[in-house]
Each structure stands twice: as C-alpha cells, then as structure tokens.
C-alpha cells in the first residue's frame, strides 16, 4: 500500500467517525458487523435480524443472537476477545435463535414460556431483573423491563454513551402486540411511558431490533409516538386499524394495524387490554 492509498484510508475512518457513518468491519455468508460508535458494533444478517457488541476495557456484552448464524461464537471474536456477556431482550427466534454457540445468556424470566419456540438450550440460563447491572470496565450496561412485544421484554442502556438497545420492545418502525402470550397495550404504554422519562435525562439514541430496515437510531419523537399510539388503542381513540397480513403464527390469524406519525403497532383487535 502506497502513501496515497494509506492517508486515503485513514482520512475514510477519520471522516466515517467523526460523522458517525457505519465502516464495515467484517463480512461472511450470514451477516455483516460494522463499527457505529467508539467500541460499539452492529451485526446485521442477511434476513435482517440485529444484534450488538459493545467492549468495555474488562469485558465485552453480546446483544440478542439472531436466527441463522454459523460458529456465531467465532465470529464475535473478531470483534473482541474480552469475556463475553451474553444478553437476550427476549425469547422469539430471531433475537434468541443462536443461544447455543454460547455456555451462558442472560435473559428475563417471564420470557423462560417461550422457550419451547427456540432451539433447545443446553448451556446455563441467568435471569435478569429490573436495574441490573453489567460492569464491562468503564462502560455500564443497565437492564430496563419493557414489557409489551412479549411479557420478558427488556432493554439495555448504556447511560455514558446515552445509548438504549431495545431489541423489539419500541419495534423497528413497528411493534408487534398481535402475539402470544398477550400483554396489555396499556401495559404497552407504560413501558414507552418510562422510556421517555429516560430520554429527557440523558438516553438519546434508541437502537432497534432490526436495524437493517432503518439504517439508524430512533429519538425521542419515535418513542412519544408509540407511547401515545398505545395510550389512544387502549382507550379506543386511535386511528382506524387496517387489516395486517403476517406469517407469524403466535398471534392472532386476524391482526390490525395502525399508524401515529412514524411509529406503528400491530394488534389484536380482540385482545386490547
């Protein structure tokens, strides 16, 4: 490599740092993993589900862990060989379809009825609560439960970085309340209620389940939306539902979906509350 080539490498890195452009750090048959922000990944596989790594200076956390993904276990370790947290936001098999490259995950307990719809899992399961917390050695990760999308649904939050990995609780766009076993949208509402709270004192970046579909972290304005969407479902003062078509089979056969400003939900329409 010349020096024109090489200053014009670093100058890529510096300038997609900088501006907070993803630089892709490694690729193979199944997923993609690019660097977002300083010692913070994003893996996206090919059938659009997400996870993150985030490396502290003693450990490292692993965020959900996809549906199909070969020797999974190898391919983190590209990205940091620091002792690994495994953390699942919940239980549906495309947040949790990985779980057996890895001895030990964390997860909530009210998702443990959902196991029977994932691989079997062998390894040693460690349930998290409200407020936990994560010591990666300069960057801590707190449990936050957000109940709704499925009964054990939690998010991660990296208050330092005003970072929030939500998994599927805030959806990608759109969150699905339609499935099995049901939670009740003012439950829903409650949990966005919270995380609102949240982003006025220092969460500014909401990093969603299914990061290929939108390329980017949600604000507050997303999850104002969802909160008031729910609160509006629950009191049968939302915009009129249309009928939504879905191959999920954890749900209703008949769902709805509505739509506030640039969040949606995807409901029950017998099974509000």
């Known amino acids: 490599m010349n020096f024109k080539s090489t200053f014009l490498s670093f100058f890529l890195i510096l300038f997609a740092s900088f501006f907070g452009i993803s ?4 690729k193979n048959n199944d997923l993609t993993i690019s660097k977002l922000e300083k010692n913070m990944w994003v893996v996206e596989t090919k059938d659009n589900t997400t996870m993150y790594i985030i490396e502290g200076t003693k450990k490292a956390m692993l965020i959900d862990t996809g549906t199909k993904c070969e020797k999974l276990d190898e391919v983190v370790r590209q990205i940091t060989q620091k002792p690994l947290y495994v953390v699942i936001t919940h239980i549906h098999i495309d947040h949790a379809g990985n779980m ?7 997860f909530h307990p009210a998702d443990t009825v959902l ?32 109940p709704g999308h499925t009964p054990g649904s939690i998010v991660l939050l990296d208050r330092k970085a ?17 499935l099995r076993p049901h939670v009740s949208m003012a439950t829903y509402a409650q949990s966005c209620r919270e995380m609102e709270a949240l982003m006025d004192k220092g969460i500014t970046k909401i990093y969603c389940g299914h990061y290929p579909y939108v ?7 997303y999850i104002t939306e969802m909160r008031q969407l729910a609160e509006e479902l629950s009191k049968g003062t939302a915009p009129e539902g249309k ?5 999920v089979s954890i ?3 008949t769902p709805m979906i509505t739509t506030k400003g640039n969040a949606s939900i995807v409901y029950d ?5």
């Open 215 to 221: 390329k980017k972290a949600y604000d507050k304005s």
């Open 243 to 247: 009928p939504y078509s879905s191959k």
């Open 269 to 273: 329409p017998e099974k509000i509350n």
């Open 100 to 106: 057996d490259f890895f001895d030990n995950v964390y």
């Open 162 to 178: 005003g970072n929030c990995y939500s998994g599927d609780a805030y959806g990608s766009g759109q969150v699905w309340m339609q």
């Open 23 to 26: 630089q892709e750090v490694f």
């Open 251 to 253: 749900g209703t056969q």
């Open 115 to 146: 196991m029977s719809r994932v691989k079997p899992y062998k390894g040693k399961v460690h349930y998290v609560k409200n407020g936990d917390l994560f010591d990666l050695g300069g960057t801590t990760i707190e449990v936050l439960e957000a």
